[in-house]
C-alpha cells in the first residue's frame, strides 16, 4: 500500500484534520497523481456537514489537477511526469449503454465517485483529493492541456463540466440567446463557457448587487428575477435557459421566457418542482436535467477551455485553512470558488 497524507473529518460535527492513510497499490491501468490543486466545492460541504459515524475517517475532495507520479504497466495515455486532472468519477461499469456511449457519469449501476463511493475491485470507500496523492484509473484520468492555469482549472473538473455537458447536449452556439439563471461557482463558468460558444448571454439573478459582475464575467444582459415586470418581458425570448440556482425557486417563469422548442435545463435539485402544464405546452418547450459528465466530454471541455482561455474564477487557500474556507463556502462568501494549494502542509 502507498502511504499518503491529508485532512479528512474524524467524527461528525468536527472540523477537518490532518491524517495519514493508505492509497492501494497501482493495479495495471492505475494512474498515480500527486495533487497539487484541488477545488473546494458546494457538494464537499455537503457531503461533511452530513457525514454518519461509521468510525472511518472521510476524506473529501472530487476536483483536482498535479502531476503524475507512477503509472501501471498497461497505462498507454500518460507518462510520469504529465499535468493530469480529475473529476468527481473515478470509475464505471464500463459495459451499460450510458457507458458504451461515453455517459459513465449516468452508468446504469452507479459511477464510482472520487470520494464516499465504492471501488469496484475491492470494495473498499474511495477516499478524496485533499490529500498529496490519488491513484485513479487511466480512464478517468485527463490531459490538462498547456495554457491551462492549473489552480484554476481545478473547478473545471466539476462546476466546469456540469455546465459543459447541457450547453453542448443543446447545440448553444452563435446568436442564440442563452440564459443562466444564478451567478455561483457554475454559473459563473456557464456564462463564459456559453459566450466562448458564441452564444449572447442574460444573467437571472435575484440580487442587483450581481449585476456588475454578471457583466464582467461577459454577459450582455441582468434580469432581477425578484422584478415581475422585468421577468413578464422577458417571454419567448430565450431558446436556452441553464439553471444553476440550488435553492427552492419557481421554474415557470423561466419556462414561459423561452421561446418555441425553447429548453429549460435545471442543475440544482431542489428538492421539488411544481410546473404549470400550460407553461410547458404553450411553444411545445422542454423541462430537462443534467449532471457531471462522461469521460469524451470532459476532455473536450478542457481542451475548449485551453482553446478560449476559460478558467474558473478562484481564491487559493492552504489547505491548512481548509475549515475556515468550508465556514466562508457555508455563507457564500466566496467569488466564485475555492481552490486548495496541495503543495504544502499536507
Avoid at 457538494?43 to 489537477?65: L, M
Avoid at 444564478?182 to 450581481?210: N, W
Avoid at 444582459?221 to 415586470?229: C, G, K, L, N, Q
Avoid at 417563469?253 to 402544464?277: E, K, M, N, Q
Wanted: one cysteine or more.
Amino acid at each position: 500500500m502507498r502511504q499518503t497524507s491529508g485532512y479528512a473529518l474524524h467524527k461528525p460535527g468536527d472540523e477537518l484534520r490532518p491524517w495519514r492513510f493508505e492509497r492501494r497499490d497501482l493495479r495495471p491501468d492505475d494512474v498515480a497523481v500527486t495533487v497539487t490543486y484541488c477545488g473546494l466545492c458546494h457538494s464537499d460541504v455537503h457531503a461533511v456537514d452530513a457525514a454518519s459515524d461509521d468510525g472511518t475517517p472521510f476524506v473529501p475532495g472530487h476536483e483536482f489537477v498535479g502531476i503524475v507520479a507512477e503509472v501501471g504497466p498497461a497505462v498507454t495515455r500518460f507518462a510520469v511526469g504529465d499535468a493530469v486532472a480529475v473529476g468527481n468519477i473515478v470509475d464505471s461499469c464500463g459495459v451499460c449503454e450510458y457507458c458504451r456511449a461515453g455517459q459513465e457519469n449516468y452508468c446504469g449501476a452507479f459511477p464510482t465517485t472520487t470520494y464516499g463511493g465504492i471501488d469496484r475491485h475491492d470494495g473498499t470507500v474511495t477516499r478524496g483529493a485533499y490529500s498529496r496523492e490519488y491513484v485513479v484509473r487511466e480512464a478517468f484520468t485527463y490531459h490538462l492541456p498547456d495554457g491551462l492555469d492549473p489552480a484554476a482549472a481545478a473547478p473545471l473538473m466539476c462546476a466546469g463540466v456540469t455546465v459543459w455537458e447541457p450547453l453542448r447536449r443543446w447545440n448553444v452556439g452563435p446568436d442564440m440567446l442563452v440564459g443562466v439563471v444564478g451567478l455561483g461557482g457554475l454559473g459563473h463558468l456557464a456564462v463564459k463557457l456559453a459566450k466562448a460558444l458564441g452564444a449572447r448571454v442574460a444573467v437571472f439573478t435575484t440580487s442587483p448587487a450581481k449585476a456588475a459582475a454578471a457583466l464582467e464575467l461577459g454577459a450582455d444582459e441582468v434580469v432581477i428575477s425578484t422584478d415581475a415586470s422585468a421577468m413578464d418581458a422577458q417571454k419567448g425570448r430565450f431558446a436556452f435557459i441553464l439553471d444553476t440556482a440550488s435553492g427552492a425557486h419557481d421554474p415557470n417563469p423561466y419556462l414561459r421566457a423561452l421561446g418555441l422548442d425553447g429548453t429549460l435545463c435545471v442543475l440544482g435539485i431542489p428538492g421539488s418542482w411544481t410546473v404549470d402544464p400550460m407553461s410547458l405546452l404553450v411553444g411545445r418547450k422542454s423541462f430537462a436535467s443534467a449532471g457531471s459528465a462522461g469521460t469524451r466530454g470532459t476532455q473536450e471541455m478542457l481542451d475548449f477551455c485551453a482553446e478560449h482561455g476559460v478558467t474558473a474564477d478562484i481564491e487559493i487557500v492552504a489547505l491548512a485553512d481548509v475549515n475556515e474556507a468550508m465556514d466562508r463556502l457555508r455563507r457564500n462568501d466566496v467569488r466564485y470558488r475555492f481552490v486548495l494549494d496541495m503543495t504544502e502542509g499536507a
